[in-house]
Every structure is written in structure tokens, then in C-alpha cells.
């Protein structure tokens, strides 16, 4: 990879969706080349998939929150179990494994403190293997463009 291939990601990064003509250029290439660059990234897995961007609050979606879980034990059939039973709950958005205090950090998102309660109650707290939880409610929109930057 060289500084072309990484302007293209970063500019795919903020527009997936520019035409090839604009993004060629961007990065003063011909379409052509720019295209055959664009698709060995994503044939070498490098770029790994286009998404929309949802705005919650559009859905009527008002409520975002982190919450922070422990586990009991930390065996590789209780981190299964565990995983296998988080991907069945629609309200968690995302789930990172992380270090430090805490061994998961998982989004929810939720149409009011109402529903979050419910989700809370019939889902997370049956989840198995929870020492405890602790939720950290978002109050404002991101203040990163979440978008990987290189050097170049």
C-alpha cells in the first residue's frame, strides 16, 4: 500500500458512496487505475464492506448508552455462551471485548428510558456468566468523524 491507496481510504472512509470518476480525481489518478486500486483493497479484505449510516433519532431512537459488564469467570465456553446470547439481542448495536476493569463494553440503543429499562430487566441481566454492569448513558453526538487517519 502507498499514499494513494491510503487517500482513497480515508476519502471512502467519509464518502462511500462517490463515484469513481470524483475519487480518481482526488487522488489525480484516471478512473481506470483508481478503479483496479479500489478493488484489490477490497479483494485483499482491506476495505470489508460499505454501510449506511443510520440516524438513530430518526427512528425514534433516543436513548444510547455503554454498559460496562463483568463476568463470573472468564473459561472459553463461558465467553461463548456469553457472545452466542449477546448476538441475540437486537438493542446491542455493538459488543468489544476490552481490559481493564471491565471485560465487555456494549452499545444499546433504546426508544426511552422505559424500553431501556425493559431491555435491561429481560435481556442483559440474563445474560450468563454477569458478575455486574454498570451503564454510562450518551448525552451527546460523537465529537470524532470515526475516521482512520494515516500518515502520509
Given at each position: 500500500?502507498?499514499?494513494?491507496?491510503f487517500?482513497?481510504?480515508?476519502?471512502?472512509?467519509?464518502?462511500?458512496?462517490?463515484?469513481?470518476?470524483?475519487?480518481?480525481?482526488?487522488?489525480?489518478?484516471?478512473?481506470?487505475?483508481?478503479?483496479?486500486?479500489?478493488?484489490?483493497?477490497?479483494?485483499?479484505?482491506?476495505?470489508?464492506?460499505?454501510?449506511?449510516?443510520?440516524?438513530?433519532?430518526?427512528?425514534?431512537?433516543?436513548?444510547?448508552?455503554?454498559?460496562?459488564?463483568?463476568?463470573?469467570?472468564?473459561?472459553?465456553?463461558?465467553?461463548?455462551?456469553?457472545?452466542?446470547?449477546?448476538?441475540?439481542?437486537?438493542?446491542?448495536?455493538?459488543?468489544?471485548?476490552?481490559?481493564?476493569?471491565?471485560?465487555?463494553?456494549?452499545?444499546?440503543?433504546?426508544?426511552?428510558?422505559?424500553?431501556?429499562?425493559?431491555?435491561?430487566?429481560?435481556?442483559?441481566?440474563?445474560?450468563?456468566?454477569?458478575?455486574?454492569?454498570?451503564?454510562?448513558?450518551?448525552?451527546?453526538?460523537?465529537?470524532?468523524?470515526?475516521?482512520?487517519?494515516?500518515d502520509?
Amino acid at each position: 500500500m502507498d499514499t494513494i491507496d491510503f487517500k482513497i481510504l480515508e476519502i471512502l472512509q467519509t464518502n462511500g458512496r462517490i463515484s469513481n470518476i470524483d475519487l480518481a480525481q482526488q487522488v489525480n489518478l484516471s478512473p481506470t487505475p483508481c478503479l483496479k486500486r479500489l478493488r484489490k483493497l477490497e479483494q485483499s479484505g482491506v476495505i470489508s464492506g460499505y454501510r449506511a449510516t443510520v440516524d438513530p433519532t430518526k427512528l425514534g431512537i433516543n436513548i444510547s448508552s455503554m454498559v460496562l459488564i463483568r463476568m463470573n469467570d472468564h473459561t472459553r465456553e463461558s465467553v461463548n455462551k456469553f457472545a452466542e446470547a449477546v448476538k441475540k439481542i437486537p438493542a446491542i448495536t455493538e459488543c468489544y471485548m476490552a481490559t481493564g476493569r471491565v471485560d465487555y463494553v456494549a452499545r444499546i440503543h433504546a426508544k426511552d428510558f422505559k424500553h431501556y429499562e425493559e431491555i435491561i430487566r429481560n435481556d442483559i441481566a440474563r445474560l450468563p456468566n454477569i458478575m455486574s454492569m454498570e451503564t454510562l448513558f450518551v448525552i451527546g453526538d460523537s465529537i470524532t468523524d470515526n475516521v482512520i487517519k494515516f500518515d502520509s
